[in-house]
């Protein structure tokens, strides 16, 4: 056995090297990993690598979507402290205007009480003559005026004479004062409008002088906002070229293990199209996921006949499960088959010209796990993949050691559904397939889901 596991290991690494020769135009990366189990290291390292990547997208992309929803509302807001300067702007400029026009209409009566108060100055002035004059005169003055007079009538047109004089020297100066004393309160009322226009417009300033610093504030927080966007759009544009790099990376190590199982599975297949010698089964135990069991050191059993070309009866198990490998049911390994150290946990389909044949879902499902491999990652398994058969995952089928798979994880398949071909990968003697049944991930007897098919050892 160990001798067999010895010359398995050789072509291993001669079809490694094959694969590394197909595949020289590969990005350099790929060939990091010389081995088969380096290369899925790598892949595992990419894949680690992609799900950071994705998950910094995903951050970025809220980062984004923040920033943006911020960008927006500061934006508006930024607006509105833009259309208040704009009305207190307006507000302002009509203010000063008022004041302009009260300044001149102020100019206007200012000149017109200077006018009024020459006028009055003038006739005082005036008036304290003539009174000085009267006075330094004395009465007599007016007395010879009077007494002057060549007759009664003569008499008394200068005695009215003097005292219209008198009057009317008062009355202009009464008039003169009392104009003066308008003209002073309309320039007391105007000057209290311009206190006030003043005062508004101190406030007015003052509005705009503090929506002004709002308005500087906003933008700031809005150039912030924006370089966040840029600086979440720069990182998610270099991690998408990054994403891209790893998928093609990715991409080149699945074709360096493709090709590599594909050499492997040309050496394994048997020259001749009968039951192999190991009996079709693996030594993987079956608490590391592992795959059937064989006999490398027990007696080989009869070759199986040919495939029964009768059609598979229709499904009669619980949950109407169809045969995996129609025409082909010799197991070549039972149900927890004793391995000396673990149970089998599956059953082993094998027969003469199985490798290559066809496998079909056993029932429709969503594909949960689907992987190529030869004995990395999915331990004994090989090239396999599980199908939940429900929403909750209760009950599943796995399909082990296939040649080539057909579905991918998240896939959505039917029954009676091509899911792969029988092969030998992983751990594996012989071409064969490995088919588990799980309920809630506890392994179940297949033949349950099988009474009525012809099985035989």
């Excluded at 912030?224 to 998928?247: C, H, M, P, V």
Aim: proline share 5%; glycine share 10%; with cysteine.
């Amino acid at each position: 056995m160990a001798g067999n596991r010895f010359g398995t290991w050789k072509k291993r690494t001669a079809a490694v090297f094959m694969a590394v020769c197909l595949l020289g135009a590969m990005p350099v990366a790929v060939w990091a990993a010389d081995t088969a189990d380096g290369l899925e290291s790598s892949i595992s390292d990419s894949e680690t690598k992609k799900q950071e990547l994705e998950q910094k997208n995903a951050e970025l992309s809220q980062v984004l979507e923040e920033a943006k929803q911020n960008a927006e509302d500061q934006e508006a807001l930024h607006q509105a402290y833009q259309d208040k300067i704009d009305v207190l702007d307006q507000q302002i400029e009509e203010a000063y205007a008022q004041v302009s026009q009260l300044n001149e209409e102020i100019n206007d009566l200012q000149s017109q009480i200077s006018n009024r108060e020459g006028s009055i100055e003038k006739n005082t002035e005036l008036l304290k003559e003539r009174i000085r004059a009267i006075y330094m005169a004395g009465e007599t003055s007016t007395l010879d005026i009077i007494l002057g007079a060549t007759d009664f009538n003569d008499f008394l047109d200068k005695a009215s004479l003097l005292k219209t004089i008198s009057d009317h020297d008062t009355k202009l100066i009464e008039t003169l004062q009392a104009e003066t004393s308008k003209l002073a309160q309309e320039k007391k009322t105007y000057d209290q409008k311009k206190e006030e226009l003043i005062q508004q417009l101190d406030g007015l300033n003052a509005k705009n002088d503090e929506l002004t610093q709002l308005s500087e504030e906003s933008g700031i927080k809005l150039s912030q906002y924006q370089q966040e966007q840029q600086k979440a759009i720069q990182g998610l544009d270099n991690n998408s070229a990054e994403l891209q790099q790893l998928n093609s990376d990715i991409e080149a190590y699945y074709e360096a293990l493709r090709q590599e199982y594909k050499n492997q599975q040309q050496s394994q297949q048997p020259s001749e199209p009968e039951a192999p010698s190991g009996g079709g089964s693996t030594d993987t135990p079956s608490g590391g996921d592992g795959g059937s069991s064989g006999g490398g050191d027990t007696p080989a059993p009869a070759p199986e006949p040919e495939p029964d070309p009768t059609p598979d009866p229709a499904p009669s198990g619980p949950h109407g499960y169809t045969w995996p490998t129609p025409g082909f049911y010799w197991l070549s390994s039972a149900w927890n088959e004793d391995r000396y150290s673990y149970n089998h946990g599956a059953i082993d389909i094998a027969g003469a010209g199985i490798y290559g044949t066809p496998i079909y879902a056993a029932q429709g499902g969503t594909v949960s796990t689907s992987w190529y491999n030869n004995g990395g990652w999915g331990g004994g398994y090989g090239t396999y993949c599980m199908i939940n058969h429900d929403a909750q995952g209760e009950y599943a089928t796995l399909y082990a050691h296939m040649s080539q798979i057909v579905v991918s994880p998240g896939e959505t398949v039917s029954k009676g559904q091509i899911i792969g071909y029988v092969g030998s990968t992983g751990d594996s003697s012989g071409p064969h397939l490995h088919l588990e049944c799980r309920h809630w991930g506890v392994k179940y007897n297949p033949l349950i889901e099988y009474p009525d098919v012809p099985v035989y050892y």
